[in-house]
């Protein structure tokens, strides 16, 4: 990259009678002109992750940023009398829902940051995770057009794209490229669905909804249709090399498998070996297991894919002959294992009549990782217990990560800066050149608290102008950022906060330090309990902000819209992080690592990360609280809600206020569905089936210790400095190392 020569053409780009979108694609082309004379070059091992979501976010900033130019461009321009912020009225690609797909952009830019050569195959979808805007405090969706600002950083492959074919229609994938800066350039290449109006349905939607028949139809011809795009590719670029002996396939392509949606590459590999090139299958199944590797992200049973073997078999016959195939193979060598009946059928490709995508994915990858200490326990001990006994070598755990450019060096100029002046900049390469002990020493506690006031007032003044209601200026920050899910317990905060807000009414709580309770979460569309959370935080949040007696005390806050950019900088703001989930449920969690990063202390339950970061940072620095996986393991049978509301009356009123009008859902009974969730349960789980009862009080004193502990501002501080001076570990470029050095074995390059 020449950066003078780029610095240059910059420069002679005239900003009058322009809009936005204009300069936007204009700058941005001008360096994609740079970036792709470096792009093409690859080592002969690489890694591919495979992934249905990835959620890159705003690609502007950062490629800047690695270009080593953001700075110099903003004088640029701001000489032209052109503010580069502006271009944050770009919107984000969104092609993602969540932490899944943040992490795999995460693992994009560590690998390409550090020098790995790790490329993403996925699916450029026409409209990402749909944009969220409240109606009288209801969630309503919007269609995400994010191609309307242009896509100046991808390349259309015109010429690479090729056919996947269903029984029933052809369809075209046409590859576009984004480059990945860093050390290297990878590669993010995603594919769009083009043919007939049919088979441009394939990359309209992300998570299309799969309720009815037709939908799920569409789900398996998402997955089938990248997968197979990705698979074919790969084998296509190495017979051009070594023809169709497949001996040394594995060694040239690694194929990390980011869940089970791309599940369909291994049967997509297994026919193309055994029906193009005459491979025996026992042959290309060896291959594949030395090719793939799985990653779990859940253990939510409705999150664990199981497709029907007739719908399967009415687009993919193909496919499903293979799957089918998969299972009496696998049968064979549980047999000869002597593994019994019981644990068969736990381990199965194909039961009753579905395909377990999770089983066969971990029948065939050499790897099977989980995404927290915990979690791989969990799915070694419980969900692939049977799997575990027999094949022990496969597991292993890989704690995620994030990466430090973005959610510290992008969102916190201000802290990055304050890390150079203590530790040099070779902190911003590795993380774990940060040392706490020399940052309290040279007075950096002080500083940080400093800084976070500055994040805090930018924070609030971008709230104030998205949201039209101003976050106090003094009061504490508590953020639960977050997809919303009854795991995840938003519904459980916002009892807490009930719980203060009567307190407070009551006259209790006299030296209660003010805070704002800020929210971000979208509801997926079909999940009605989840959507009813959002109307009545919205209905608390509507009640206590106008509560005169409230005003400078209590606060709360739900931002709409809640992606990549707006977390950029609700995490650089906030001083608490609210990381809540029933103990077991969340895999790993990402937001919560990134909170730490930028000096926010945690009140959390012992739950995916919460815990290594309670290890990394020290339990004496946030507030950990709640049953323990085994704590709910041992009362599960006998847990009784009722029992709990009859003791307590605080609770009680609390959890009234969803049948007793206090609050409105707009006449549609989704409160009464919550408060019988809550203590009848439903056909498919018990009452309180997320615990949330069972943890409110101990939510509330973890709250209020917190709260008293923050008005001793210098010890507090020290917290925030400890938290964020210990999160090292949570960077991905660790993890990234980790999967380069145990799964894919690839060396960097130099
Ligand atoms: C990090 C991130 C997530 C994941 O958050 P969790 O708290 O781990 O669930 C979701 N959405 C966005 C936009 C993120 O940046």
Not at 366 to 375: C, D, F, K, Y
């Amino acid at each position: 990259m020449n950066k003078e020569e780029l610095l240059k053409k910059l420069t002679l780009i005239s900003v009058e009678g322009k809009t936005v979108k204009d300069l936007y694609g204009e700058i941005s082309a001008a360096c994609m002109e740079e970036i792709v004379k470096t792009w093409d070059e690859k080592p002969a091992r690489n890694a591919y992750y495979l992934s249905v979501e990835f959620l890159m976010g705003r690609m502007f900033f950062n490629n800047l940023m690695e270009l080593g130019v953001l700075n110099e461009v903003r004088n640029i321009f701001a000489e032209k009398g052109f503010d580069l912020n502006r271009f944050e009225e770009v919107e984000d690609a969104a092609l993602g829902n969540g932490g899944l797909g943040r992490l795999a952009a995460c693992y994009l830019d560590s690998a390409a940051g550090t020098g790995y050569a790790l490329h993403g195959y996925g699916i450029r979808y026409r409209y990402g995770l749909f944009r969220q805007r409240f109606e009288n405090g209801f969630q309503k969706e919007e269609a995400d057009d994010w191609l309307k600002w242009g896509d100046p950083w991808s390349v259309r492959k015109e010429s690479e794209k090729r056919t996947v074919r269903f029984a029933d229609m052809d369809v075209t994938a046409v590859p576009y490229d984004m480059p990945v800066l860093g050390k290297r350039v990878n590669t993010l290449r995603l594919f769009q669905a083009e043919g007939s109006e049919r088979a441009e349905k394939i990359s309209e939607y992300l998570y299309p909804a799969d309720d009815t028949e037709e939908g799920k139809l569409l789900r398996i011809r998402q997955e089938y249709f990248f997968s197979a795009a990705a698979v074919g590719e790969r084998i296509d670029e190495y017979v051009k090399v070594y023809g169709g002996r497949f001996d040394r396939f594995p060694e040239f392509n690694v194929l990390q498998l980011n869940d089970t949606h791309a599940v369909f590459s291994v049967a997509e590999f297994l026919r193309i070996l055994t029906q193009e090139y005459k491979v025996s299958f026992g042959r290309a199944l060896q291959l594949a297991r030395k090719t793939f590797h799985y990653t779990n992200h859940t253990i939510l049973p409705e999150a664990l894919e199981c497709w029907d073997e007739e719908l399967v078999s009415r687009i993919l016959p193909e496919i499903a002959a293979i799957l089918k195939k998969l299972q009496v193979f696998a049968a064979r060598e549980w047999q000869k294992k002597g593994c019994g009946k019981s644990e068969q059928d736990e381990m199965s490709v194909l039961r009753n009549g579905r395909f377990s995508m999770a089983n066969a994915a971990v029948f065939v990858a050499e790897h099977v990782n989980g995404v927290a200490e915990i979690h791989t326990k969990i799915i070694k001990e419980r969900l692939f217990s049977a799997a575990y006994k027999y094949y022990p070598e496969k597991f292993l755990n890989v704690t995620n990560g994030v990466t430090q450019r973005r959610w510290l060096m992008l969102c916190n100029e201000e802290l990055s800066a304050l890390y150079d002046g203590i530790f040099g900049t070779g902190w911003r390469e590795d993380l774990s050149l940060l040392s706490a002990e020399n940052f309290l020493r040279a007075g950096g506690a002080e500083q940080l608290a400093k800084i976070k006031r500055a994040k805090k007032k930018q924070l609030a003044e971008y709230i104030a102008k998205s949201e039209g209601i101003t976050p106090m200026p003094d009061a504490i920050y508590v953020s639960q950022v977050k997809r919303l899910h009854e795991y995840k317990r938003q519904l459980m905060t916002a009892f807490a906060i009930l719980r203060l807000y009567y307190a407070m009414k009551a006259g209790e709580l006299a030296d209660f330090v003010p805070m704002t309770f800020i929210f971000g979460a979208k509801a997926a569309s079909g999940y009605r309990r989840a959507k009813a959370i959002i109307k009545y935080i919205n209905e608390i949040a509507f009640k206590i902000n106008s509560d005169a007696e409230m005003q400078g005390k209590l606060q709360v806050i739900f931002v709409q819209n809640y992606d990549v950019s707006y977390a950029e900088k609700i995490i650089a703001g906030s001083d608490v992080s609210l990381q809540v989930s029933t103990a077991g449920f969340e895999a790993s969690g990402t937001g919560n690592m990134k909170l730490t990063m930028n000096g926010a202390v945690t009140v959390g339950t012992m739950d995916g990360a919460n815990i290594e970061i309670a290890q990394q940072t020290g339990l004496r620095n946030n507030y950990i609280f709640g049953a323990t996986v085994e704590e709910l393991a041992r009362i599960n049978e006998s847990y009784d809600p009722s029992e709990i509301v009859g003791r307590s009356p605080e609770i009680k009123a609390v959890t009234d206020t969803l049948i007793d009008g206090t609050f409105s859902d707009g006449g549609s009974g989704d409160f009464k569905e919550l408060h019988t969730a809550l203590f009848q349960g439903a056909s498919w789980h018990k009452p309180d089936h997320y615990f949330v009862l069972y943890d409110l009080e101990q939510y509330v004193s973890a709250l209020l210790k917190m709260n008293s502990d923050y008005r001793n501002a210098g010890a507090f501080a020290r917290k925030q400095a400890e938290n964020a001076l210990n999160s090292a570990f949570f960077s991905s470029d660790r993890a990234i190392a980790t999967y380069a050095e145990k799964i894919w074995k690839i060396d960097r390059a130099q």
